[in-house]
């Protein structure tokens, strides 16, 4: 016997003792409660589903707006509420376009204004709003703002305070989006109707369905989103917040109401988290209809490298707060992530043991004297495949349903489907995943810095102490970054495409040297 076999025979029976087993059904465990959420997000989004066919079977054709056909009459419509959408933008990428048409194109039938920020006019974004908003100058309310350069913020938040600054004085709702959200035509009125119904909401928000591209970086994201999902799929009150889509009322900045403005503008890092953190110490209530979900197509060339700078911003904002509750809050979330991550792919490796260890077995028939071999570890395989097939099924359902919703909300949009996922990849994607979390979380909390679009972020205390930007020389080569692939200066060329092991390399590398890699 070789000592290889000695070796995987060995494993796969330590695999087998009690701690071993407990690793592996807790894994199993947290299949089903992943596939237990999933279905009552589903349940949720069918019951809307649902309530816009029977609108339809009762003649009201504009199910897709509102479900009272009453609601679209002029009487009602001159009543509405002024709202202005605030966009703060960076770069331009594939589906930037498409998305800002979106937005600029709403059936809300109130006084409405957009506002689209920029850091300055060398943005891309800057030249190609300016023509979106020429072509539709006679239809909509739109203009650019420069905000300059941020100081004691992220740039998104001082573009979003810049632009709160800027706003029209009778604007009862500030919308906030990001600009790879793609709204429904009806998305704004479900929104404002929400806030209308119930003044005691604090915040309306919702959340992205990634339609990935094909790349496993893609995938990644998109699985790294879908249980982030269950917490938006409520239909009303929930404890989660979504920066891509926040609702609020205007006179909370205006009157800086429990320290928004303040608590964004004095280091604010992420403006969902600093948020959601002043929601929780005031008692305030954040609300998710069920109407909420935007489809979110990924770039095409979605490399790896550039989920894995995504996944670094996203554990990042871990490290942020404003309170000492609000500290303890995030490392409870960081500690049972990352525990919770790592307990979902130890199972997988100690099943791909169970299995090598079984085909040795039976492949060279070893006779009992040589080796003494349990089956217990593949009876440990066939419930772990079995909750696996549990959980994919339930994503998939969850993902079928989302993808029914945005084409009933958006009938004029091409629509939406489900045969361009590739559910190998999302099995793959769930254990590259949750394996490397922890990773980019305590690379994360022992950094304390951040590159995020060009722009370096360091943190003291939970806020933002330190900002740098690197001058980029008229040599250098483009910068894509974010999920949209976007082109974030003036020059223009094609993307890098890196291999996995290229952009795992360049990723060890930048944590020794951060700076280094920073442009």
């Keep these: 016997m070789s000592s290889v076999d000695l070796l995987l025979f060995s494993l796969s029976r330590a695999f087998c003792s009690p701690i071993a087993v407990f ?31 029977d609108c339809m079977k009762n003649g009201n054709s504009f199910s897709f707006l509102c479900h009272d056909i009453n609601e679209l009459e002029h009487s009602y419509q001159v009543n509405l509420p002024r709202v202005t959408v605030i966009m703060p933008l960076k770069g331009f990428g594939e589906h930037n376009l498409h998305n800002w048409r979106s937005q600029i194109t ?16 060398e943005d891309p974004a800057y030249h190609a709003v300016s023509r979106l ?10 203009k650019i703002v420069v905000a300059g350069l941020s100081t004691t913020c992220s740039q998104k938040i001082h573009n979003q305070l810049v632009g709160v600054e800027t706003m029209h004085k009778d604007s009862k709702y500030v919308l906030f989006l990001d600009d790879d959200v793609r709204l429904h035509p009806g998305s704004i009125g479900a929104l404002t109707r929400e806030m209308e119904e119930n003044p005691e909401i604090f915040i309306q928000t919702g959340y992205p369905l990634d339609l990935p591209s094909g ?30 889509c926040m609702m609020m009322h205007a006179d909370d900045f205006r ?6 403005v303040s608590g964004l503008k004095d280091g604010g890092y992420s403006d969902d988290m600093t948020l959601a953190a002043i929601s929780g110490a005031h008692k305030r209530l954040i609300t998710s209809p069920p109407v909420a979900v935007f489809p979110h197509p990924l770039a095409s060339d979605l490399n790896f490298g550039r989920y894995w700078n995504y996944l670094r911003k996203q554990t990042f904002v871990l ?23 790592w307990g979902l ?16 077995f039976y492949n060279k028939e070893f006779s009992p004297e040589e080796m003494t071999y349990t089956s217990g570890g593949l009876s440990l395989v066939t419930i772990l495949a079995i909750c696996t097939l549990v959980e994919l099924l339930s994503m998939w359902n969850l993902t079928r349903i989302e993808v029914q919703l945005c084409n009933m909300l958006s009938p004029e949009a091409p629509q939406l489907s489900l045969a361009s996922y590739n559910w190998c990849l999302v099995f793959i994607a769930i254990l590259v995943d949750n394996f490397l979390y922890p990773i980019s979380a305590f690379r994360s909390h022992f950094s304390q810095s951040i590159n995020w ?37 003036g020059k223009k060329g094609m993307p890098t495409r890196g291999s996995f092991l290229t952009s795992l390399s360049r990723s060890l590398a930048q944590w020794h040297q951060p700076k280094k890699f920073d442009n």
């Excluded at 592996?24 to 949720?44: E, F, K, M, N, P």
């Excluded at 908003?133 to 739109?142: C, G, N, P, Q």
């Excluded at 404003?322 to 991550?341: D, E, G, I, P, Q």
């Excluded at 679009?453 to 939970?462: F, M, T």
Aim: aromatic share 14%.
């Design 215 to 244: 790349s496993l970086g893609s995938y990644c994201i998109y699985e790294y989103h879908m249980p982030c999902s269950m917490g938006f799929a409520t239909g009303g009150k929930t404890f989660f917040l979504w920066g891509g």
């Design 453 to 489: 679009s060009g722009i370096r972020y360091y943190l003291k205390d939970g806020k933002i102490s330190k900002i740098e930007r690197t001058q980029r020389s008229k040599d250098m080569g483009p910068v894509f970054t974010d999920l949209g692939g976007k082109h974030l200066y």
């Design 106 to 121: 709403s059936l809300y039938g109130g006084p409405l204004e957009f506002l689209f920020v920029v850091e300055n006019t």
């Design 23 to 53: 690793f592996q059904i807790q894994g199993c465990l947290i299949c089903l409660a992943l596939a237990l959420g999933w279905a009552c997000a589903a349940y949720v989004r069918n019951r809307e589903i649902n309530q816009m066919k």
């Design 255 to 260: 009157q800086d109401r429990y320290g928004v």
């Design 133 to 142: 908003i020429a072509e539709f100058e006679d239809h909509v309310d739109a």
């Design 319 to 341: 490290e942020s707060y404003t309170t000492n509750v609000n500290w303890m809050m995030n490392r409870a979330l960081f500690t049972t992530h990352c525990y919770l991550s």
């Design 345 to 360: 792919v130890t199972p997988y490796i100690m099943a791909m043991i169970h299995v090598a260890a079984a085909l040795r």
